[in-house]
């Protein structure tokens, strides 16, 4: 049973940057892709951006794309994000997941870590 843990989320003010992290731990670990969602408490979950596990493909959501940059280590069986420019709208809970198929649907990920709180504040 893979698990998948996030650190790096806290609080920061409008305009900073943040690095999240996610590691997988708990077997053999070979997703087709690795995405990052964020949830608020009156929203549901959403797409924010995913990597193929192999190649060079990424994917982002327009709310986030040219400031935020998502990456892997594959060694570490860790994936990244990276959060420039920040806005209090980015305030969420963020959550990685795997998933063997598709990318931006949270339906095709199966699993999913425990999320980290990021707080942007003005």
């Known amino acids: 049973q893979v698990q998948l843990v996030e650190s790096g989320g806290g609080l920061v003010q409008a305009g900073g940057s943040l690095r999240l992290s996610c590691a997988a731990s708990g077997g053999t670990f070979s997703p087709y892709v690795m995405g990052w969602f964020r949830q608020t408490p009156r929203e549901e979950r959403e797409f ?3 990597i193929r596990w192999s190649g060079s493909s990424t994917y982002y959501a ?6 935020f940059t998502i990456s892997r280590d594959n060694a ?4 990244y994000l990276q959060m420039n420019s920040l806005k209090r709208e980015d305030t969420a809970v963020y ?12 339906a095709d ?4 870590g425990q999320g980290t709180q990021v707080t942007v504040s003005s």
């Open 95 to 106: 959550y990685c997941a795997a998933a063997d198929v598709g990318y931006n649907d949270p």
């Open 48 to 50: 924010v951006a995913a």
């Open 109 to 112: 990920f199966g699993s999913w």
């Open 76 to 79: 570490k069986n860790t994936v």
């Open 62 to 67: 327009d709310s986030v794309k040219g400031r």
